[in-house]
């Protein structure tokens, strides 16, 4: 228990360090934009002009403008359809589609493009982009699937490797709860990167390549905007495929 403690401790200073500059940024934001108005009103202005071709240009090509998304950190823009909204790490992030012109019909979206564009959320069962906050439990302790003993251990630096293990992986949805998975999780939680302790709902078992099995316990958004994602041997004794020894014993 004190080893796993000990090895926590650099998780939870940057978590420190991390809410001490969010507060830092928000109280100085008002400031920092008083100072730097004309300056920001002038990037504003630049960014709203190139907005504005780059709709212009998709229009003339007749591109199916509700297949455009992409991530502001102002609403200050004209001819925008607003989709949603959320915070990341203290700063607002603002997730538009371009807006068709008043009266004009929306441009079809190609057959070949179609399936994908409408396919339900339930059907994607691989993490849908890349992902860095991976937690490996290492000094596994369980059996039938129910993880009693564990030390997480932060692999952001295996981020590629994991991910493309993913990518290899069929997904289904593990049958018992987390509480039942991990009925000893109050005495040994898991730390989002930011200091606070992660909460998990979604619980994957991964099936890499009909060879090996595992876990992937995915994180709810954390109030710092950050998600982690947990994989872990379901069993303590489980023989692990040598390509995937790096990430699970390393």
Known sequence: MGLQYFCMIPQLVRGTILRKWYAFKEENKNSFYTKNREDIMIIKNYTGEVLGNIRSRLLEMKVPLQLIKFV????????LEL??????????????????????????IPELLLQQ????????????????????????????GVLTSFLPSLKSILAD???????????????NT????????????????????????????????????????????CKCGEKIYVLSLMEEDTEIPEELKEIFLS
């Open 72 to 79: 502001l950190h102002s609403r200050d823009y004209e001819n």
């Open 83 to 108: 989709i949603s909204q959320r915070t990341v790490k203290g700063t607002p992030q603002y997730f538009f589609s371009f807006e068709y012109p008043e009266g004009m019909e929306p441009f079809p």
């Open 117 to 144: 564009y409408q396919q339900p959320s339930s059907e994607i069962k691989t993490i849908k982009k890349p992902e860095k906050n991976f937690i490996i439990l290492k000094d596994l302790v369980g059996k039938n």
């Open 161 to 175: 490797n994991i991910n493309d293990m993913l990518n290899s992986c069929e997904f289904t949805e593990a049958p």
């Open 178 to 221: 987390f509480k039942e998975i991990m009925p000893n999780f109050n005495n040994t939680p898991i730390y989002c990167i930011c200091g606070e302790v992660a909460e998990f709902h979604s619980i994957q078992i991964c099936n890499w390549k009909n060879q090996f099995k595992f876990y992937l316990f995915e994180g709810e958004k």
